[in-house]
């Protein structure tokens, strides 16, 4: 990572959209904000719907949340690129994880310790591990693991103000 340069944060879209509901008020729109603010690149990730389907008189959910993030986020202030969807499919989940983490990394021209996972997916969690890439196990629905908003606010409050390069 160059000197300086604020690590991706790549966030499980599901482990948001779970915070958000367990505590609406926690200020995660603003933290998000705030660290893309700090010059942090972030992406959430999730899994491929099972179908894809809109159309003129539908609109698929997925996309719907996907929209309405971005927006929350950029409301606040910030900016989220986007959702990654990874490929779903039973025999070889394990390497669609590998490889869309290979690819997210490669989009950015990144090396994996530049990069973050934030998950509550124990499967996630291990892939990103296997490439270098720095993990927070996020807690959801009684699993162990530190509470987004709280692994956010120590990345807030460890990138401190933007250095500037000369």
């Known amino acids: 990572m ?16 779970e915070a958000l ?8 729109y603003r933290l998000l904000a705030g660290l893309s603010r700090k010059g942090h690149r972030i992406i959430l990730t999730a899994p491929e719907p099972e179908r894809w389907v809109p159309t003129r008189r539908h609109v698929d959910q997925a996309l719907v949340d996907q929209q309405s993030l971005v927006g929350e986020v950029r409301a606040a202030g910030g900016d989220l690129d986007g959702v990654y969807y990874v490929p779903r499919s039973l025999l070889t ?5 590998v490889g869309a983490l290979r690819d997210i990394l ?18 996630f969690l291990k892939a990103a591990q296997s490439l270098g890439l720095a993990t927070v196990e996020i807690a959801i629905a009684g699993r162990p693991g530190t ?3 709280t692994a956010l606010e120590n990345l807030a409050g460890a990138a401190g103000p933007k250095a500037s390069g000369n």
């Open 106 to 123: 490669r989009r950015y021209g990144l090396e994996p310790a530049a990069a973050i996972l934030l998950s509550s997916s124990a499967p």
């Open 93 to 97: 989940q394990d390497r669609n994880r």
């Open 147 to 149: 509470r987004l908003v």
């Open 21 to 28: 509901r367990q505590d609406p008020a926690t200020g995660l």
């Open 2 to 17: 160059v000197s300086g340069a604020r690590p991706l944060l790549i966030i499980s879209r599901d482990a948001l959209l």
